[in-house]
């Protein structure tokens, strides 16, 4: 059984820093792509940060310089560093497992961390 369990969000003031977490069973995590996405009331879900197995990031403008997506394969465990943050912030993240093996796509998703930013 897969499973994708976030956790590390909560409440914080603009300026403030979170870390998340997401760890992983059930997959080979290594051969995985790993995202972070979120959702914000009323919003569509967007990719805020995504590694690759071989270690290659990709950011979206809106938190480049602030947050930093990092993954630790010993430890089936992937990690959003997010620093600055501010009241926009504010959504549901979410942890999501891409994999194509031998042309079967293989994609899960987390239950979500809320993170709430404000004073």
């Known amino acids: 059984q897969v499973q994708l369990v976030e956790s590390g969000g909560g409440l914080v003031q603009p300026g403030g820093s979170l870390r998340l977490s997401c760890a992983a069973s059930g997959i080979i995590f290594s051969i995985y792509a790993m995202g972070w996405y979120r959702q914000a009331p009323g919003k569509q879900r967007e990719l805020v940060a995504d590694?690759?197995?071989?270690?290659?990031?990709n950011y979206a403008d809106s938190v480049k310089g602030r947050f930093t997506i990092s993954r630790d394969n010993a430890k089936n465990t992937m990690y959003l560093q997010m620093n600055s943050l501010k009241p926009e912030d504010t959504a549901v993240y979410y942890c999501?497992?891409?994999?194509?093996?031998?042309?079967?796509?293989?994609?899960?998703w987390g239950q979500g961390t809320q993170v709430t930013v404000s004073s």
């Open positions: 590694i690759t197995s071989g270690l290659r990031t």
């Open positions: 999501n497992a891409d994999a194509s093996v031998f042309g079967d796509e293989y994609n899960y």
